[in-house]
């Protein structure tokens, strides 16, 4: 039997040995803040004390602890990773919402490359005949132009030429100076010797008496007002059509080139034409057009182009630049209340051409103006007559604004 100082030692030891067990589960379960009951009981049951001189006992009972600590530390753990939203299970939901997103999209995609919105089959039954449409003819007005686009272009300078053979005697302007138009440039003279005439001497000998030389002069005029530029001289034998100079005027011209299509259009000669200069002045009109036709160079085949040129003088008061782009448009006439049908039901352009009935019978009439989309009928057909829009065998020729042509403009 132990003495009572054997017994306070032994206490003491299992109390010490108490703690140092506690302070081990405190330090497994100290994040999830365990309880300490075990050091609790040890110091406040003194059956426990008594029982730590068993080291079996003592064993068992750190075993028991801490898997007790393990049973409450594990639903702590599961509850803070619930309230903290950083589980799997949270965030799978979301995982999902993206991929059903993701998914959406590419569908989107595939219908947008594949299966566009709008677009309509338009592919025709091989029984469709559209050659078959029909339209009335009825009545309208038709205005007729052609539109070119041309350059605003200095006028040539006028020639200076001697007109009969002689020796320049005067020049009456400098070089450089402005002229107006059949101002006096230089005159040429032309010496004309006299017929000899014959006599008798005293002796009976034929004399020859020379005739006396005669001067005829000629003064060679500006062509055109402008600056004046002068290549001969003084005392300077010429012949006749010899350049002596020119005359550069500081007139301008729209120049525009034409396509035989927009020549069948002009059915009468105009005289005067729209201008419309690039960046400049506002429309105005311009008189004295003319329209040549000029033979071009030969190609490879030995074919000689006609070029149509319109020009069309530039008045005094507008001012231009050379160089400058412009559209010249040319009235071809105007028509009101006449009978008309679509270029498209019409075979031809110019005159006569022919439409076509509902029954598929060709048909002659007298065309008259057209501005591209529809012809003036002047004979063949009446006001309420059934024709084909479209001439049989072609397609549809409605013609589209062309601003290099002026067709169908």
């Given at each position: 039997?132990?003495?009572?100082?054997?017994?306070?030692?032994?206490?003491?030891?299992?109390?010490?040995?108490?703690?140092?067990?506690?302070?081990?589960?405190?330090?497994?379960?100290?994040?999830?803040?365990?309880?300490?009951?075990?050091?609790?009981?040890?110091?406040?049951?003194?059956?426990?004390?008594?029982?730590?001189?068993?080291?079996?006992?003592?064993?068992?009972?750190?075993?028991?602890?801490?898997?007790?600590?393990?049973?409450?530390?594990?639903?702590?753990?599961?509850?803070?990773?619930?309230?903290?939203?950083?589980?799997?299970?949270?965030?799978?939901?979301?995982?999902?919402?993206?991929?059903?997103?993701?998914?959406?999209?590419?569908?989107?995609?595939?219908?947008?490359?594949?299966?566009?919105?709008?677009?309509?089959?338009?592919?025709?039954?091989?029984?469709?005949?559209?050659?078959?449409?029909?339209?009335?003819?009825?009545?309208?007005?038709?205005?007729?132009?052609?539109?070119?686009?041309?350059?605003?272009?200095?006028?040539?300078?006028?020639?200076?030429?001697?007109?009969?053979?002689?020796?320049?005697?005067?020049?009456?302007?400098?070089?450089?100076?402005?002229?107006?138009?059949?101002?006096?440039?230089?005159?040429?003279?032309?010496?004309?010797?006299g017929e000899d005439s014959y006599s008798i001497d005293a002796e009976g000998n034929?004399?020859?008496i020379p005739g006396r030389t005669n001067y005829r002069s000629q003064w060679v005029?500006?062509?055109?007002?402008?600056?004046?530029?002068?290549?001969?001289?003084?005392?300077?034998?010429?012949?006749?059509?010899?350049?002596?100079?020119?005359?550069?005027?500081?007139?301008?011209?729209?120049?525009?080139?034409?396509?035989?299509?927009?020549?069948?259009?002009?059915?009468?000669?105009?005289?005067?034409?729209?201008?419309?200069?690039?960046?400049?002045?506002?429309?105005?009109?311009?008189?004295?057009?003319?329209?040549?036709?000029?033979?071009?160079?030969?190609?490879?085949?030995?074919?000689?182009?006609?070029?149509?040129?319109?020009?069309?003088?530039?008045?005094?008061?507008?001012?231009?630049?050379?160089?400058?782009?412009?559209?010249?448009?040319?009235?071809?006439?105007?028509?009101?209340?006449?009978?008309?049908?679509?270029?498209?039901?019409?075979?031809?352009?110019?005159?006569?051409?022919?439409?076509?009935?509902?029954?598929?019978?060709?048909?002659?009439?007298?065309?008259?103006?057209?501005?591209?989309?529809?012809?003036?009928?002047?004979?063949?057909?009446?006001?309420?007559?059934?024709?084909?829009?479209?001439?049989?065998?072609?397609?549809?020729?409605?013609?589209?604004?062309?601003?290099?042509?002026?067709?169908?403009?």
């Open positions: 039997m132990s003495t009572p100082e054997e017994q306070g030692t032994s206490t003491q030891q299992d109390v010490h040995d108490l703690q140092d067990l506690n302070t081990t589960l405190n330090t497994d379960a100290a994040p999830q803040n365990a309880d300490a009951a075990p050091e609790t009981d040890a110091a406040n049951n003194p059956d426990a004390a008594q029982d730590a001189d068993a080291p079996e006992a003592k064993k068992a009972r750190k075993l028991k602890w801490k898997k007790k600590a393990k049973k409450e530390k594990a639903p702590k753990e599961e509850k803070k990773l619930s309230s903290t939203g950083t589980g799997k299970d949270k965030t799978r939901p979301l995982d999902i919402v993206k991929v059903v997103a993701w998914c959406v999209i590419a569908l989107a995609l595939v219908k947008l490359a594949f299966f566009p919105a709008g677009v309509k089959d338009t592919a025709q039954s091989p029984s469709a005949d559209f050659a078959q449409s029909t339209v009335a003819v009825e009545r309208g007005n038709i205005t007729s132009s052609v539109s070119a686009n041309g350059t605003i272009t200095q006028d040539g300078a006028g020639a200076l030429k001697a007109p009969q053979e002689g020796t320049i005697i005067a020049i009456a302007v400098g070089e450089g100076q402005e002229v107006g138009a059949g101002a006096r440039i230089a005159q040429i003279q032309q010496a004309i010797p034929e004399i020859v005029t500006a062509p055109v007002a402008g600056t004046v530029h002068i290549t001969a001289v003084l005392n300077q034998n010429v012949s006749a059509g010899d350049s002596i100079g020119s005359v550069q005027p500081k007139t301008n011209a729209v120049v525009a080139q034409l396509t035989a299509d927009q020549m069948y259009r002009l059915t009468t000669a105009p005289e005067t034409a729209r201008v419309s200069v690039k960046n400049g002045p506002q429309p105005f009109d311009c008189s004295g057009l003319k329209i040549t036709t000029n033979s071009g160079s030969a190609n490879e085949e030995g074919v000689t182009a006609t070029n149509i040129e319109a020009r069309c003088p530039i008045p005094a008061e507008i001012r231009v630049f050379p160089g400058q782009s412009a559209t010249l448009t040319i009235n071809a006439g105007e028509a009101k209340d006449v009978l008309v049908v679509p270029a498209t039901a019409v075979e031809g352009r110019y005159q006569n051409g022919f439409v076509y009935t509902p029954d598929g019978n060709q048909k002659e009439v007298e065309i008259g103006l057209t501005d591209g989309n529809k012809v003036e009928i002047r004979g063949g057909l009446k006001e309420g007559e059934e024709i084909l829009e479209y001439v049989p065998g072609g397609e549809n020729t409605a013609m589209e604004c062309n601003p290099m042509t002026g067709e169908g403009c």
